[in-house]
């Protein structure tokens, strides 16, 4: 039951970053100005007929000055948050399951269990500092970071669990791919965390109120860098691919392909970005993407990790 659990969490998690991709790509990240209400309700407007005459007076500092009320981008942020709440909701369940089926075997899964539910507090309470702050880059790059904090630690309690009955992979993994592994992994999260930069770049051109179209001319030196790990981090992936193909028993062989070519995607994505001007659709695919591959990566370390790694 708690693996089960564990994994529904995971993927709601998931879910919930593609959510908070959303809420950046349509510029909804001040859609509800103040925290945990919206408009100063539980329910936010569907238009501006149900908010104060003077409205614009209170909330327009915080609008950055879109004093024209948005229900599209109020319910989007509206939603994230509620998903948000959900998450937290899933994760204590996730914990009181690991208490009941594990407390007296392995209180490690249990604490993990309880690390996630502690840290999805705190990235309750960081997203309200990010509203306080009217959308702090730095604040955003780490409410990003948190989550992907959450889902290893998940990730982490979950392989444990599974190996507390007795599971382990079949085979060894060499130490020339062990190496290339934990490269991978070392690039992909510097690559999300250089993508969290270049988005902050989008923002300001956003905030400036430029053109879509026009967003890729502000772009700095972080911006290349960013392609060019991309391209190493794709080709290291189909490496590791042709290395490893086929070796181990079926779930791990597709665990070793659905990270490889999610690389590969990911790097699709990335080209269609750039070359058609940022479309916002793609915006949060891409964040997602990124988000699961350092999971898919995470997993593979640990499910090798007997081995050496």
């Known amino acids: 039951m708690y693996r089960k659990f564990a994994m529904a969490t995971i993927v709601a998690v998931f879910f919930l970053i593609l959510v908070g991709g959303i809420v950046r790509a349509t510029g909804s990240g001040m859609g509800c100005p103040d925290w945990p209400k919206c408009f100063g ?3 936010p407007p569907t238009e ?5 005459a003077n ?3 209170i909330y327009g500092a915080k609008l950055r000055g879109e004093v024209e009320f948005n229900a599209f981008k109020t319910w989007t942020e509206y939603v994230n948050r509620l998903v948000g709440v959900l998450i937290g909701i899933f994760v204590f369940g996730a914990f009181v399951l690991s208490w009941r089926e594990y407390r007296k075997s392995n209180k490690q899964i ?3 269990s309880l690390f996630a539910f502690v ?3 705190v990235e309750g309470g960081l997203g309200a500092r990010v509203v306080a702050t009217e959308l702090n880059p730095i604040l955003i790059t780490v409410h990003m970071l948190l989550a992907v904090g959450i889902v290893f630690s998940l990730i982490y309690a979950l392989l444990l669990s599974y190996r507390h009955e007795g599971w ?3 085979g060894n993994l060499d130490k020339a791919n062990r190496f290339l592994l934990s490269v991978l992994f070392i690039l992909s999260m510097g690559q999300l965390i250089l993508g969290t930069q270049v988005r902050e ?7 400036k109120g430029m053109a879509r179209t026009t967003w890729l001319d502000v772009m700095d030196g972080r911006y290349y860098v960013h392609i060019a790990l991309a391209t190493i981090i794709v080709v290291l992936a189909m490496v590791f691919y042709r290395n490893l193909k086929f070796k181990f028993e079926s779930n791990i062989n597709k665990l070793i392909a659905l990270m490889s070519f999610s690389v590969l995607l990911e790097y699709i994505v990335g080209g269609v970005l750039g070359l058609f001007k940022i479309p916002a659709a793609l915006q949060p695919v891409h964040l997602l993407l ?7 990566q995470f997993v593979l370390i640990q499910v090798f990790r007997e081995r050496g790694i």
Do not use: C, F, R
Not at 48 to 52: K, T, V
């Open 41 to 43: 309700s539980w329910v």
């Open 55 to 57: 409205y614009k007076a």
């Open 119 to 121: 840290m999805v507090a």
């Open 168 to 170: 382990s992979v079949k």
């Open 110 to 112: 249990v604490w993990l």
């Open 201 to 207: 770049l989008i923002d300001e051109a956003y905030n």
């Open 48 to 52: 501006a007929s149900q908010l104060p």
């Open 290 to 296: 990124g988000t699961i591959i350092v999971s898919l």
